[in-house]
């Protein structure tokens, strides 16, 4: 099984962000985690289960918020998506964001399943997340989604 997630790597500025709002240094956070940041491409690196779920423990514990993933998801910006992102500022429709959404997710991480539901007159981008998953990282990825919608 595949036991590797990007999610974080493709973050790391959204954390960044957020943790200086608590004057918190991130460099100890992902040390801490036990993901190096000295490599020049952790954007593009998958990075194991284990460390993600240390991470946001470590982030809760740290910032002492249990909603910390909604102010991270909220703190992403399109460009921190990389070509994902640039696809969706591209996307005519939010239907089409949502389609090009569904379709490359998988690139950056294994951690949830997205899928396009579609009835007469709705239209839905339907994200389960892996059981596993930490509370918040499901907080961060719905955040996430809904700051793209805006």
Not at 45 to 68: A, C
Not at 90 to 108: C, D, G, M, P, Q
Request: overall charge negative.
């Amino acid at each position: 099984m595949y036991d590797h997630h990007s999610t974080i790597a493709l973050l790391t500025e959204s954390v960044f962000r957020t943790l200086a709002r608590y004057q918190l240094g991130a460099d100890e956070l992902f040390e801490r985690s036990g993901i190096a940041l000295n490599d020049s491409h952790v954007s593009v690196s998958s990075i194991e289960t284990g460390k993600i779920t240390n991470f946001w423990h470590s982030v809760t514990e740290l910032t002492d918020n249990p909603s910390i993933g909604f102010e991270i998801g909220s703190n992403v910006y399109p460009t921190n998506l990389h070509i994902l992102g640039y696809a969706w500022l591209a996307s005519l429709t939010l239907e089409r964001a949502f389609r090009r959404f569904n379709r490359y997710y998988s690139v950056y991480t294994s951690s949830y399943h997205c899928e396009i539901r579609e009835e007469e007159d709705a239209l839905s981008l339907v994200v389960e997340m892996k059981p596993e998953a930490a509370a918040e990282a499901r907080d961060c990825a719905m955040a996430m989604l809904m700051n793209l919608c805006r």
